[in-house]
């Protein structure tokens, strides 16, 4: 990748989190339903790892294994190397916030903060001051006497993470936490919670289904669908070089052409014949076969006068959505093309419905996508 | 609720009115007899002849009496607290565990005493501690407060197993992650929480147990009386008033109980 900021893979670091070979099946014979298909992840120290996907793919399931409230009909999950498969929930020192937060209604905020270091058995002396410590972390001092039923649920979103992050868990999981706020505290939930993973140093697994979430949060993201993890990466690799469609579809917003492979373009390079025109892709493929190229909306430019290698289309609609514009056009071969353009006051001119334009893809941005995973 | 009254109010029904207040009646009436009668002046139970306390006092200074209500205290209390825990365990069995065999038999077991006819009930735990007795030779309580713990159990386990269904799953999973074991889970989340139910369902099978003449009355042995099963062998003498005032006295806890678990339930 040329992209400069690069969060190294797991390989170089130690990991928190390791697993292999990972099977999770419900039912049996012909009812059978597979949860979690091969999965072998390696979640490293200090990382902040989301597992990303539609509901149903897995990534919970995932989450319960490694919590241990569940456990796996076959393979390993090791923390810090040793196997903890067999173990019982109360042995693992992980933690989890719920979605739903499971608060303890009969409890005040800084006894559901305490509750975990008192099942430790830590002294009494030591929790009240990890308690005071806790609240002060999430920003909760005043509260502290409260009945958690009597506080917002932002405020019981904070209790929750000071709950499960004041015995110093060595891995911290995430069950979608943000999902019942609202959008504006949830944007500032999502910095929040960036701040005590750095603030913290404990390795966060973090389950969601909202890709933005997932790139902005994320030191490396596993996309998952259907019990597979499909493809492990940060942000701008999973953004930028999504390994088959269903990655390229389900994070961000995407163009996807039918083309042919025409020739090799030097290393990782391919000419590619698509919608009319001969365009260069990059990725893997083989001269001569079909294949799929991703073309992400905001990196296209829109020319008025034909141009070598650029794509002609028909221009059908144009939405003006304040810092972009998006513009709705139809190519040579009837395929829908969505391209997106930053707005300022002194580019901004209207298109006609039916006029005609050639979009230039810019440098390295056309991706060759593997096939698709069922 | 507001929609859905106007879309079928019951209290709107013809004859709804004139069912309920016959139905009120015919239901506490007999009660307020029996309460206005045990004010009565004289011995007579059918004819008005002023009020007086005299026969509370009486029924007060008659160690029989007192002696009766006090042994239905003490069943009533052990057989209580024998049948809650027993049905507390019971509930926690078949709402916290995996489904198994026979899950829904077990259901039908526990309630088995609600449905069975009590006289049946009765009669067989007669034959059996007939045959016990004969065998061992003991005669003491101990029969009584197995009968009652029997029959208590499913009001003890109503209760308690609607509390545990209505209960957050999740909250038991929290306290696992955070390093409670299932006892301790029990202790610090579980009980809590389930502290109502576990009240209702013992306030339920006392009363119930306070209440039991048919049972008691066959199972007894000699000697042992409680408060119903002295006023059933009072009436079948000569009957005064007095029985009036002990039935009076005995309806006072009953009703006390039963409003406090109608209480307990609407806070949740």
Not at chain 1, 143 to 161: C, D, F
Not at chain 1, 283 to 296: D, F, K, N, W, Y
Not at chain 2, 32 to 48: M, P, Q, R
Not at chain 2, 188 to 195: A, S, W
Request: hydrophobic share 50%.
């Amino acid at each position: 990748m040329s992209i400069a900021t690069h969060v190294a893979p797991a390989a170089d670091r130690k990991s928190a989190i390791q697993t292999i070979g990972l099977q999770k099946s419900y039912g049996s014979g012909a009812a059978t339903f597979l949860a979690l298909d091969d999965v072998s992840i390696d979640i490293a120290e200090n990382e902040f790892f989301t597992l990303l996907g539609p509901s149903g793919c897995g990534k919970t399931t995932l989450l319960r294994l490694i919590a241990g409230f569940n456990f796996p009909t076959d393979g390993q999950i090791l923390l810090h190397g040793k196997d903890i498969a067999p173990l019982p929930p109360f042995k693992r020192p992980i933690n989890t916030v719920f979605q739903n937060y499971a608060l303890f209604a009969h409890m005040s905020v800084a006894e559901n903060i305490g509750f975990g270091m008192k099942m430790l058995g830590w002294p009494k002396e030591k929790i009240t001051a990890r308690v005071a410590e806790m609240l002060r972390l999430v920003r909760m001092e005043a509260l502290a006497e409260r009945r958690t039923s009597a506080i917002s649920g932002g405020q019981q979103q904070r209790v929750a993470l000071a709950r499960a992050l004041a015995p110093q868990p060595q891995v911290l999981l995430l069950d979608e936490p943000l999902s019942a706020l609202d959008y504006k505290l949830r944007k500032e939930m999502q910095v929040e919670l960036k701040r005590l993973q750095t603030e913290t140093g404990i390795t966060f697994v973090f389950v969601t289904h909202d890709q933005e979430e997932a790139l902005a949060m994320s030191d490396r993201i596993a996309v998952m669908s259907k019990g597979k993890v499909l493809q492990v990466g940060n942000p701008r690799e999973i953004y930028n070089a999504p390994v088959d469609r269903f990655v390229a579809d389900f994070i961000g917003e995407s163009n996807i052409l039918e083309g042919r492979v025409l020739d090799d373009a030097g290393p990782g390079a391919f000419q590619v014949y698509v919608a009319g025109t001969t365009i260069t892709a990059y990725g893997h493929a083989t001269r001569g076969s079909a294949i799929q190229v991703l073309i992400r909306p905001e990196h296209v430019d829109v020319l008025d006068i034909a141009t070598p290698n650029a794509l002609p289309a028909e221009v059908e609609n144009e939405v003006f959505v304040g810092s972009d514009t998006r513009l709705g056009l139809k190519l040579e071969n009837g395929a829908r093309f969505t391209v997106r353009l930053s707005n300022s006051p002194e580019l901004d001119r209207q298109r006609t419905a039916g006029g005609r334009v050639w979009l230039r893809i810019h440098d390295r941005c056309a991706r060759l996508l593997g096939a698709e995973h069922v | 609720m507001a929609t859905k009254a106007k879309a079928f109010d019951l209290k709107a029904q013809p004859g709804f009115s004139a069912i309920a207040r016959i139905a009120v009646v015919s239901l506490y009436l007999p009660i307020i007899i029996l309460v206005v009668f045990s004010f009565n002046a004289t011995s007579s139970l059918g004819v008005w002849g002023g009020f007086s306390f005299g026969w509370f006092v009486m029924a007060w200074h008659n160690d029989l009496i007192i002696n009766a209500a006090l042994f239905s205290l003490f069943l009533a209390t052990v057989a209580g607290v024998f049948a809650t825990i027993m049905a507390t365990m019971a509930a926690i069995a078949m709402t916290r565990s995996d489904a198994y065999r026979g899950q829904t038999i077990s259901y039908a077991l526990i309630n088995q005493p609600l449905i069975v006819p009590e006289i049946v009930t009765a009669i067989s735990l007669l034959i059996v501690f007939a045959a016990v007795k004969s065998a061992t030779g003991y005669s003491g309580t101990g029969y009584l407060v197995i009968a009652h713990t029997a029959f208590c159990i499913p009001f003890a386990y109503l209760p308690i197993r609607a509390r545990l269904e209505g209960m957050d799953l999740n909250l038991e999973t929290a306290a696992a992650d955070l390093y409670a074991d299932p006892w301790k889970t029990f202790v610090h989340v579980t009980l809590p929480r389930l502290g109502p139910g576990i009240v209702a369902g013992f306030m339920l099978a006392f009363v119930v147990s306070l209440d039991d003449v048919v049972i008691t009355d066959l199972v007894k042995s000699g000697g042992q009386e409680t408060l119903p099963t002295f006023m059933l062998g009072q009436i079948r003498r000569d009957m005064t008033p007095e029985v009036n005032a002990a039935a009076t006295m005995l309806l006072i806890p009953s009703i006390l109980l039963v409003t406090a678990v109608h209480l307990i339930n609407r806070k949740k």
